[in-house]
């Protein structure tokens, strides 16, 4: 299969690749996608070919297996956002494990759904990810927050967040963007950026994955 060559819009497909170990689970993922606004325009049975493919071709939305040989997707998701740390990725795995759950949280995916989630709730995936939505609920950041955490999240100590750090941390847990908490905020989006920093800092975190996970620990969303 060939990439599209259009820029994506409301009005176009959603191009979608897709890596998985299994011919079966491809040939049933492809007729589950099988709807006028998805495409699927490329296809791996190993991490390190889903690598290779995304990060040579354009597309809209990845979704990876968990476990694949040569190189399995976790691993390859971590490189892949090391490039593109916009593309949205969707994890898809037969193990609801915490750890796997976490190690995505952790590595930027927009979501983690399980082989047996219906056509609808995939399909729903895709179109929030393409829209640069995250999918991610408050109890799975719960669930993960152990499997996130450093000593200093870890421990029961006070953070000194200032007030507007708090509001801004309230709405980075809830999955907003930088220019969308702007937007609520009514402050500049480098102003947001700035504040952003100075949290991941204070409690000592290095991802805003982490930080939501931080949040939803302490109950502060």
């Known amino acids: 299969m060939t990439e599209s060559s259009h820029t994506f819009s409301s009005e176009k497909k959603i191009?979608?690749?897709?890596?998985?170990?299994?011919?079966?689970?491809?040939?049933?993922?492809?007729?589950?996608?099988?709807?006028?606004?998805?495409?699927?325009?490329?296809?791996?049975?190993?991490?390190?070919?889903?690598?290779?493919?995304?990060?040579?071709?354009?597309?809209?939305?990845?979704?990876?297996?968990?476990?694949?040989?040569?190189?399995?997707?976790?691993?390859?998701?971590?490189?892949?956002?090391?490039?593109?740390?916009?593309?949205?990725?969707?994890?898809?795995?037969?193990?609801?494990?915490?750890?796997?759950?976490?190690r995505a949280v952790a590595f930027q995916a927009q979501g983690y759904l399980l082989k047996s989630c219906s056509r609808e709730e995939l399909l729903d995936a895709i179109r929030k990810a393409a829209r640069g939505e995250n999918i991610w609920t408050r109890d799975e950041l719960r669930r993960v927050a152990g499997g996130l955490a450093t000593p200093r999240m870890a421990a029961d100590v006070d953070i000194p967040l200032t007030q507007r750090e708090s509001e801004v941390l309230k709405q980075l847990a809830n999955g907003l963007t930088n220019k969308e908490i702007a937007q609520i905020l009514n402050i500049s989006y480098e102003t947001v950026k700035e504040h952003v920093q100075h949290i991941l800092r204070k409690i000592g975190v290095t991802h805003r994955t982490q930080a939501a996970v931080w949040a939803v620990k302490n109950r502060l969303v």
């Open 15 to 102: 191009r979608v690749f897709i890596a998985d170990d299994h011919d079966m689970v491809r040939i049933g993922l492809k007729a589950m996608l099988s709807v006028p606004d998805i495409e699927v325009v490329g296809e791996a049975g190993t991490g390190e070919d889903a690598v290779n493919f995304l990060l040579n071709n354009d597309v809209d939305v990845a979704i990876l297996d968990v476990r694949m040989p040569r190189g399995d997707g976790l691993n390859a998701l971590g490189r892949i956002k090391l490039e593109k740390p916009e593309l949205p990725v969707l994890m898809l795995s037969t193990y609801d494990n915490p750890t796997y759950i976490a």
